[in-house]
């Protein structure tokens, strides 16, 4: 890839994941289904499938595997956090399958490196892409799920999705923190126990039955 190229996509990369970013906390904070929260949560969606594409180019310009996997696994979520909304039901689309196996694929790399990080987002990964693997099995075969699964995957996606921005973010910003792996784990740590905040008060349920198990939202 040519540099100039290269440095475009780099621009574009830096400047939706700070609008993923922003965006992101609008959504986060503001009052859940209202048009502040659906907007923002539009721009966050369109944003972060900028930041993962343009990752994923980067990663095959600099043969970096690294880059590559997180492109993929930010995919991931932000795409079935959003396609939650939109498909409420959880029947699957050809589509669906083509991210869910991507996903199951590059848990599988991720794992693979040996690299902490990876390998905690590649168990993270996989873990996610299990469940939303067992919850289209019941609906293609027309099996009753319950009612706000659709709303638990989608803030464990969505959160999740600003996870890794939020991950990216720290990693550029803070170049001397040891060890060196623990500010790709930070946004994690603390942004789990929100995932589950946020499930159980708008569903009334824990967040892993969602992703684990059929017979649990």
């Known amino acids: 890839m040519p540099e100039n ?26 009052k859940k289904g209202k048009p502040m929260h659906r907007n923002a949560g539009k721009i966050f969606f369109i944003a972060m499938i900028v930041v993962a594409v343009s990752a994923i180019f980067m990663s095959v310009a600099h043969r970096s595997m690294f880059l590559f996997t997180i492109g993929i696994f930010a995919f991931f979520q932000d795409y079935f956090g959003y396609r939650a909304i939109k498909n409420k039901s959880m029947k699957p689309s050809a589509f669906d399958w083509v991210v869910l196996v991507l996903a199951a694929v590059n848990s599988i790399l991720m794992i693979s490196t040996f690299q902490i990080v990876l390998m905690v987002f590649g168990g993270i990964s996989a873990s996610l892409a299990y469940g939303v693997f067992r919850t289209f099995l019941l609906t293609s075969k027309d099996k009753e799920i319950p009612k706000k699964s659709w709303l638990a995957l989608h803030i464990g996606m969505m959160l999740g999705a600003y996870i890794a921005t939020s991950t990216a973010f720290l990693v550029v910003n803070i170049k001397t923190f040891q060890p060196s792996w623990l500010p790709w784990l930070i946004p994690t740590i603390l942004g789990v126990p929100l995932i589950f905040y946020y499930t159980n008060k708008f569903t009334g349920k824990k967040p892993r039955p969602v992703f684990t198990r059929s017979e649990h939202a």
Do not use: D, P, Y
């Open 5 to 30: 190229m290269f440095n475009i996509i780099l621009i574009i990369h830096i400047g939706s994941g700070f609008t993923a970013l922003l965006c992101g906390l609008f959504a986060i904070v503001a």
